[in-house]
């Protein structure tokens, strides 16, 4: 089974802080993807890479940036917290193959980040 | 663009009963994905079924299925024999060859709770 683990379950950070979440998975897949979601939304890409060091704006990237050092690892970064970026956030995964668009994406349990 | 609509916030179902949760889908690709997910209050997404826009016969995993109607571009999933652990949001999205990234694109959910 694919398994795609975030580091964190909740965390609360104060704004202005700097604050990393980790993401890897175990599959071996090319494609990773940070969605947050909130009530009334939905579900919002923000950022997405399908090849180590490639990234791509989603969404809603303003007050993010991403970084994938490794093919199994996909960190997203709040460079300085704010309390709208409350949220809970999304990690998922899926397998490159010649037709993308059948391959489905494998989530993590997500993140409830508070931002007070 | 691509756009997912789930009609029904919210609905209930007595247990071992079959429910149909409505999904319809707006798209120009040519060639697209359509996946359901189910999301438990723990907040873990799970994925469920895949149709490929292509395929002549409707998906079934297990008490899922799939009623895709192409030309009404509609993706209803149906859940046979529903238990007390179906209680959760669903979600319909897709992934179309053309969108950016082959980003998952997700619909509002739909709040099922299941009945003893």
């Known amino acids: 089974d694919v398994k795609v683990t975030q580091s964190s379950r909740y965390l609360v950070k104060r704004t202005g802080e700097k604050v990393f979440l980790e993401c890897v998975q175990d599959?071996?897949?090319?494609?990773m993807f940070w969605y947050r979601q909130d009530p009334g939304l939905g579900l919002r890409l923000i950022y997405f890479?399908?090849?180590?060091?490639?990234?791509e704006k989603g969404d809603i990237p303003e007050g993010y940036s991403v970084s994938r050092e490794k093919k199994e690892r996909f960190s997203l970064i709040l460079e300085s917290a704010s309390t709208n970026q409350t949220s809970m956030y999304l990690c998922?995964?899926?397998?490159?193959?010649?037709?993308?668009?059948?391959?489905?994406?494998?989530f993590g349990n997500g993140t409830r980040l508070t931002v007070t | 663009a691509q756009k997912i609509t789930q009609t029904q916030p919210g609905m209930f179902v007595q247990e071992k009963e079959a429910v149909t949760l409505d999904c319809t889908y707006d798209?120009?690709?040519?060639?697209?994905?359509l996946f359901w997910y189910k999301q438990p209050s723990s907040g873990e997404m799970i994925f469920l079924i895949y149709?490929?826009?292509?395929?002549?016969q409707n998906a079934t995993e297990g008490r899922y299925s799939l009623n895709f109607q192409k030309a009404r571009k509609s993706a209803n999933l149906v859940i046979s024999a529903s238990q007390l652990g179906d209680s959760a949001m669903y979600f319909c999205?897709?992934?179309?060859?053309?969108?950016?990234?082959?980003?998952?694109?997700f619909g509002g959910g739909t709040r099922v709770l299941v009945k003893p």
């Open positions: 998922a995964s899926s397998l490159r193959k010649g037709r993308d668009y059948n391959s489905p994406l494998h």
């Open positions: 599959m071996d897949h090319e494609n």
């Open positions: 890479s399908y090849d180590v060091k490639m990234k």
């Open positions: 798209t120009s690709d040519p060639s697209y994905g």
């Open positions: 149709q490929g826009s292509y395929d002549q």
């Open positions: 999205a897709m992934r179309g060859i053309k969108a950016a990234g082959n980003k998952l694109t």
